[in-house]
């Protein structure tokens, strides 16, 4: 069983950058594809990155060019670096974790970004 934590939301302005973190407990993260989804209010649920156990990196065509996905083992732990934030990039973030990247039973609790104008 796996335990995730986030941290690292707040209220930042268009243009600023943001850097999420995600902690694990219970089992390493090097098992694991791990990813950030996230979702604002009356919205689906969206994908916004994942990083594969070998390491290799996707970023959702919305964030393409401004995210940056990354995983440490001695702190097990995942993060999120989105630059260039917009207002649309405002929603819950959270972090998951899975034994393939096409199933996620493992998610943290959330951490909200706000993106103001």
């Known amino acids: 069983q796996v335990q995730l934590v986030e941290s690292g939301g707040g209220s930042v302005q268009a243009g600023e950058s943001l850097r999420l973190s995600c902690v694990g407990s219970?089992?390493?993260?090097?098992?694991?594809?791990l990813a950030w989804f996230r979702q604002a209010p009356g919205q689906e649920r969206e994908e916004v990155a994942h990083?594969?156990?070998?390491?290799?990196?996707t970023c959702a065509d919305s964030v393409k060019g401004r995210c940056t996905i990354s995983k440490y083992s001695a702190g097990n732990s995942l993060h999120l670096l989105l630059t260039s934030l917009k207002p649309e990039d405002s929603a819950m973030y959270y972090c998951?974790?899975?034994?393939?990247?096409?199933?996620?039973?493992?998610w943290g609790q959330g951490t909200q970004v706000i993106v103001s104008t």
């Open positions: 998951a974790a899975g034994r393939s990247c096409d199933d996620y039973p493992y």
């Open positions: 219970g089992e390493t993260l090097r098992r694991f594809c």
């Open positions: 990083i594969q156990r070998d390491g290799r990196r």
